[in-house]
C-alpha cells in the first residue's frame, strides 16, 4: 500500500507525463528534498524516485551516507566556494545546477581534477529582480561557458537553471531564447533548461523544461531549517 507521500510523488509524475505529450522531451523530476528527513527521502526513493535535490551542504553530506547509492544528487542551493570540496565528497552527487560564477566554476574544475571524477552542471541564471534570488548576469555566464568549452576537462555543462517568482512565464520564455543564443554562440549541443517548482512546473515544461525541481507537492510544505 502506498504511502500519503509515495501517492503524491505519483500524482506529480503523472502530471509530468501528461504535460510533456506535446513538448516530446523527457522530462527528469528533481525531488527538492532540503530539510527532510532520511525516512522521508527512502519512502520517495521506495515510490521509484531516484533524482533528489538538496540546497545546503551541511545537509546533503549528512543524508548522502545513509541513503541507497544509486540516487543522483542534485545540488540546487546557492553554493560557496569554501564549501566546495565537502560537497565533492559525496561520490553519487551528479549534478550542480547552481553554478553561479566563473569563481565558483573554477572551483569545482580544480577539485575535479583533484578527485579523478567527472561532475555535471548547470549555470544558474538570474533573471528575477529579487534581491534573495541568485545567480550569474548573463556576461558572467558567457565567461562561465567560455572557460568551460575552451579549458576544462571535469564539468560537464549540461544547461541552464533559474528560479524565478512562481506564475512569472516570462522567466521561462527569457531562459529558453537565452539557450538558444548560447547554443548559437558557443556551437553547442542543445542545452538542457531547468525550471519550475511545485508551483508553476507544469507552465515550465510548456515552455521547454527538462527539468523540474519540485518539493512540497511531494513531501508538504518544508521544515523551517534549523
Known amino acids: 500500500m502506498q ?3 509515495q501517492q503524491n510523488l505519483q500524482k506529480v509524475l503523472q502530471t509530468i507525463v501528461k504535460a510533456s505529450e506535446t513538448t516530446n522531451k523527457q522530462i527528469t523530476l528533481v525531488a527538492v528534498s532540503k530539510t527532510k528527513t532520511v525516512e522521508l527521502i527512502k519512502e520517495a526513493y521506495e515510490g521509484g524516485q531516484r ?14 551516507p545513509l541513503l541507497p547509492n544509486d540516487i543522483s544528487w542534485h545540488f540546487i542551493g546557492h ?14 552527487l551528479q549534478f550542480i545546477q547552481s553554478v553561479d560564477s566563473l569563481k565558483l566554476a573554477q572551483k569545482i574544475e580544480k577539485h575535479c581534477e583533484k578527485l579523478g571524477r567527472n561532475i555535471n552542471i548547470f549555470v544558474q541564471i538570474k533573471l528575477s529582480e529579487e534581491e534573495s534570488k541568485t545567480g550569474a548576469e548573463i556576461d558572467e555566464a558567457k565567461l562561465i561557458i567560455q572557460e568551460i568549452i575552451t579549458k576544462f576537462k571535469y564539468i560537464k555543462l ?12 516570462e522567466i521561462f520564455v527569457q531562459l529558453l531564447d537565452l539557450a ?14 531547468s525550471m519550475g517548482m511545485s508551483g508553476d512546473y507544469l507552465e515550465a515544461i510548456k515552455y521547454g523544461a527538462d527539468y523540474v525541481r519540485v518539493g512540497s507537492a511531494i513531501f508538504g510544505e518544508r521544515n523551517v531549517k534549523q
Open 3 to 5: 504511502t500519503l507521500l
Open 51 to 64: 533524482h533528489f535535490g538538496e540546497n545546503y551542504v551541511n545537509e546533503v553530506i549528512e543524508k548522502a
Open 79 to 92: 553554493l560557496q566556494t569554501n564549501k566546495v570540496s565537502t560537497l565533492m565528497k559525496i561520490q553519487n
Open 158 to 169: 549540461i544547461g541552464l537553471m533559474t528560479i524565478g517568482p512562481i506564475g512569472n512565464t
Open 180 to 193: 538558444k543564443q548560447f547554443e548559437k554562440e558557443f556551437n553547442l549541443e542543445p542545452l538542457k533548461l
